[in-house]
């Protein structure tokens, strides 16, 4: 933790930070008597018995007892308890308080590993093979929590098809044959959807063919036929250019504007934040993690550069990396937004209007509401500009390496796939332009051929 504060001054900065925001002031003091009050008396009732309770307020928070903060914590429908959990995520998310403090909540996939058998048997049930095979996957590879979830989704699809009570013995080809025929004609699922659920099937299988629970793997000799896999189609430089216009144009009305109301100057900053980060996200491709992770001092205006925490969560090593950051209209960006952007406790980039850490969704929003604005037909995410960054880098012909890099990837395989694929489109364009046996005539193409 950064920094050490006593309860009243933890109290002063968040009631601060609600005026800030603009909270109105009947609330402040509706926060300010729960605060005071029956949170301080919580306190008090938790300390030892050779504390007085008058010590509260000088009380450092990092010695507040857990057991307060995970009673406030709890999912209440009690006002007093709904805004002492506030007040206390607020000191979490401004690194007063540590972040483990944050409550755990057994999400489906918690509980499925949690009910996984200890030991795997031809009597197993298919769901509790489904919370094996998720099990191993938490816990044998290095997947995160997303894409295990995924799965797991997948396999409780097809159990819930099967029959969750079905013995994962009885199984057999057949029955993966008629699963992948049901996906076709009830669900309408695509040829490439259904080869993703006979590769996650097959993964499924193997492990407990593998363990000799199984004798053959029922999925052998199954395949879906899918069509060539084609690389999406990024935005063009014209399109980015437009989308950027769009941001800019947005703060432009702003620039040589002094406002008067604190309306005035909340949009005049939103608008420098959201020109901040489309500039951002156009030039560096960085993921929608990457950029919700950002700090103020993770730009280096003077060497030009910028720190990025890429991919990872609670479980897997997180990734930084350091990229440049050379475009001038970038920087401008930034540093414009820095002078408007208002004070926070928290050390993040980006603020939402109430000065709190800009979540996924508010990137989201913004960035699909100023396509919308600059007349993008089809819709724009964060994921879209990346691939659009990534495709202008190879149409460019920068180095794979070079790109990599830039990029965040762990392997340089995962940047040559797309890299290749875009190097491939530009090769059959040139040829398609360039072709000279384009211009013979039939007559003559016949005789040629003769």
């Known amino acids: ?27 402040i003091a509706r926060y300010t008597r729960a605060l005071q009050g029956p949170l301080r008396d919580m306190i008090a009732q938790q300390l030892p018995a050779t504390v007085p309770a008058e010590t509260v307020d000088s009380l450092p928070i990092s010695e507040i007892p857990h057991k307060v903060i995970q009673d406030c914590m709890r999912l209440s429908r009690n006002l007093n308890d709904l805004i002492a959990r506030r007040f206390f995520k607020f000191l979490i998310y401004a690194d007063l308080l540590d972040r483990k403090l944050l409550p755990l909540r057994k999400t489906v996939l918690h509980r499925a590993i949690e009910q996984a058998p200890e030991h795997l048997s031809t009597q197993m049930e298919l769901r509790q093979a489904c919370c094996a095979y998720t099990k191993y996957l938490w816990e044998k590879k290095t997947l995160l929590y997303d894409a295990v979830r995924t799965e797991y989704h997948h396999l409780k699809a097809f159990a819930a098809w099967k029959g969750i009570h079905t013995r994962i013995g009885a199984i057999t080809t057949e029955d993966i044959r008629d699963y992948l ?78 406002p008067r109301t604190y309306k005035q100057a909340l949009s005049r900053w939103l608008a420098a934040r959201d020109w901040a980060i489309v500039s951002l996200l156009i030039t560096t491709g960085i993921r929608a993690k990457e950029i919700a992770r950002l700090h103020t001092d993770s730009i280096d205006f003077a060497q030009r550069l910028i720190k990025i925490t890429g991919k990872g969560d609670s479980f897997h090593t997180v990734r930084e990396r350091i990229i440049p950051l050379c475009e001038p209209i970038t920087l401008s960006a930034l540093e414009t937004y820095l002078r408007f952007r208002p004070e926070s406790i928290f050390p993040h980039l980006f603020l939402s209007p109430r000065r709190e850490p800009l979540q996924w969704m508010g990137y989201s929003t913004r960035i699909k509401n100023i396509a919308r604005q600059a007349q993008i037909p089809k819709a724009v995410t964060i994921t879209e500009l990346r691939r659009s960054f990534s495709s202008l880098c190879a149409h460019k012909g920068i180095d794979p390496l070079m790109l990599k890099q830039i990029m965040g990837h762990q392997s340089l395989v995962t940047t040559m796939k797309y890299y290749l694929s875009i190097r491939e489109q530009q090769l059959r364009k040139v040829w398609e332009n360039n072709n000279p046996l384009r211009y013979f005539s039939k007559k003559e193409w016949e005789g040629w051929i003769l």
């Open 1 to 27: 933790m950064a920094i050490i504060v006593s309860f009243h001054k933890a109290l002063t900065l968040f009631l601060q930070h609600l005026k800030a925001a603009n909270v109105e002031q009947h609330w």
């Open 181 to 258: 025929q049901w996906q076709k004609q009830e669900r309408g699922y695509s040829a490439v959807s259904r080869a993703k659920t006979l590769t996650g099937l097959r993964a499924f299988f193997s492990l407990f063919t593998a363990s000799g629970i199984l004798k053959t793997n029922p999925t052998t000799g199954l395949q879906v036929k899918k069509p060539k896999k084609r690389p999406p189609i990024a935005l063009s430089e014209q399109e980015l250019t437009r989308i950027f216009t769009t941001a800019y144009l947005n703060f432009r009305c702003y620039e040589e504007f002094v």
